[in-house]
């Protein structure tokens, strides 16, 4: 019995000695598994030659040319009808070369594009077609093709091209943007400085840049871009196009490795418009909107700054809908709202057409609206619709740093104001005051105070009263400056 028991405590330890050897081995195993692809991870890669050669067939240089009228008239020399003009007509003729001169010349101008089907798309950016009467495709084989151009947006610097090739044609694929980290390899292809095809090579410096535009979705990288470039590839490492390189930031016109693509996520969308319709198909929800800052969302009783503020609703989905001026755009069809921009970006790539549910924030509480987008581009010359109402007797009284006045003919004639117009007029600002220094001047029209409509100095005051009776340290106030409206939170401590 002993020596069974001996035998079984023997086993025993053999078996946890090779439980302990496994679990070392299996932990060994791990450690050097995270350590590779750490490695890997954080290593360069040893060559881009491969990845280059198997994507540079799709990448092309894009050459245009656009005839410019010549004006020979002796321009900025004599006046006309002088009795020198014919002289100095046929001294500059002369220096032109005679009558050649007169002929319209053709000015060309370099970039690149890649592309993205075996039948012909090609993608650039539309600065390097704009206003172009032929576009010339140039392969890297030394092909060379006419292009049409299919359609284009000037709002992303987006361009659709197409060619007509008797064989099918090597084409590269767009990438997720929104997967490339910071630090990320790339490489860029193009024309720079119109030397023929080359590449260059970088990291991810930066994700979601804003250059100008209201879509703007900017990779910033470190890759050599220079003139030239405008149009062609942003690769990963898996050679799928992640941004299509449009701008640089630079002191002498050359990279100093501050390069800006516009996101893949964004261009595709684009791309797709653009074949499909040949123009783009933005949602418009019809607001003007403005961020909320701290200020403005503590005279609002909001607890965080964020969403969108609603500063006019013209004719439109929204007014339909019953979104009002004041009204804070807190969710998007179910998306959380930062701010203006991620608002704009969010209703521009949503379906024309939808029904989406718009959740705002209103007199302290949330209320849900059901709106049915419209199209962004036949309403961008939408005009506000006027709110008609009849000013009571003039009166004028200094307020919050401002002297205000109500409506009368003789300023509403001053200040191209609409007949039916309300509000108070600022008739002085201290320069000394939180109204000056929030930017409000002489000739700005105030209509709301609090979310409320103005109509007299008195109602001015009765918002002021209200406001310091809830606690408030300041006074939300509609401001309209030629037309243009704008919210300013400003400070109670100046009356």
């Not at 009228?69 to 006046?79: D, F, H, I, L, S």
């Not at 060619?163 to 084409?171: D, K, M, N, Q, Y």
């Not at 942003?234 to 501050?258: E, K, Q, R, Y």
């Amino acid at each position: 019995m002993s020596q069974a028991i001996a035998l079984s405590q023997d086993t025993q330890r053999e078996n946890r000695k090779a439980l302990s050897w496994a679990l070392a081995m299996g932990l060994s195993v791990a450690l050097l598994l995270l350590q590779t692809l750490s490695a890997a991870a954080r290593g360069a890669p040893e060559s881009f030659a491969d990845l280059a050669e198997k994507i540079s067939p799709a990448v092309v240089n894009i050459t245009t040319s656009t005839t410019v009228a010549r004006n020979t008239a002796p321009r900025g020399v004599v006046p006309e009808g002088s009795p020198f003009e014919d002289f100095f007509r046929e001294f500059q003729d002369r220096n032109r070369g005679g009558n050649g001169g007169d002929r319209p010349r053709r000015s060309s101008a370099l970039g690149s594009g890649f592309v993205i089907s075996e039948d012909g798309f090609v993608v650039t950016n539309n600065h390097v077609i704009e206003g172009a009467d032929e576009i010339l495709i140039e392969f890297f084989e030394g092909m060379e093709l006419p292009a049409t151009v299919i359609g284009t947006d000037p709002n992303t610097d987006i361009a659709l091209l197409k060619v007509e090739a008797e064989t099918p044609l090597s084409f590269v694929s767009f990438g997720d943007s929104d997967v490339s980290r910071v630090g990320d390899w790339v490489m860029a292809m193009g024309n720079p400085l119109g030397q023929g095809f080359s590449v260059s090579a970088g990291i991810v410096s930066a994700r979601n840049r804003a250059l100008s535009g209201s879509y703007d979705d900017y990779i910033q990288t470190d890759a050599a871009i220079n003139r030239g470039n405008s149009g062609g590839p942003l690769f990963n490492m898996d050679g799928d196009v992640i941004g299509v390189n449009t701008a640089i930031l630079s002191p002498n016109g050359g990279s100093i490795g501050i390069g800006f693509s516009m996101a893949s996520n964004v261009v595709v969308r684009v791309v797709d418009q653009l074949k499909e319709f040949g123009e783009t198909r933005r949602g418009w929800l019809g607001v003007r909107i403005q961020d909320v800052t701290d200020d403005v969302a503590e005279a609002i009783g909001l607890e965080t700054a964020a969403g969108a503020l609603v500063t006019d609703v013209p004719e439109g989905p929204s007014a339909e809908a019953g979104i009002k001026a004041g009204d804070v755009i807190m969710s998007f069809d179910g998306k959380d709202v930062e701010d203006t921009r991620s608002l704009v970006k969010t209703v521009g790539n949503t379906q024309v057409g939808k029904a989406v549910r718009v959740v705002v924030f209103r007199d302290g509480k949330t209320e849900t609206l059901k709106v049915t987008l419209g199209r962004r581009e036949e309403a961008e010359n939408a005009v506000p619709a006027s709110q008609p109402a009849e000013p009571e007797e003039p009166a004028q009284s200094d307020i919050l740093g401002l002297t205000v006045s109500e409506i009368t003919d003789e300023l509403r004639e001053q200040l191209e104001l609409a007949s039916g117009a309300s509000g108070l007029v600022v008739q002085d600002v201290d320069e000394t005051s939180k109204a000056f220094e929030k930017g409000l001047r002489a000739g700005d029209l105030i209509t709301e105070a609090g979310q409320q409509k103005l109509e007299s100095i008195d109602d001015l005051n009765k918002q002021i009263d209200a406001a310091r009776e809830a606690g408030r340290k300041s006074l939300l106030l509609l401001v309209r400056r030629s037309g243009d409206p704008r919210f300013v939170a400003l400070s109670l401590s100046d009356s």
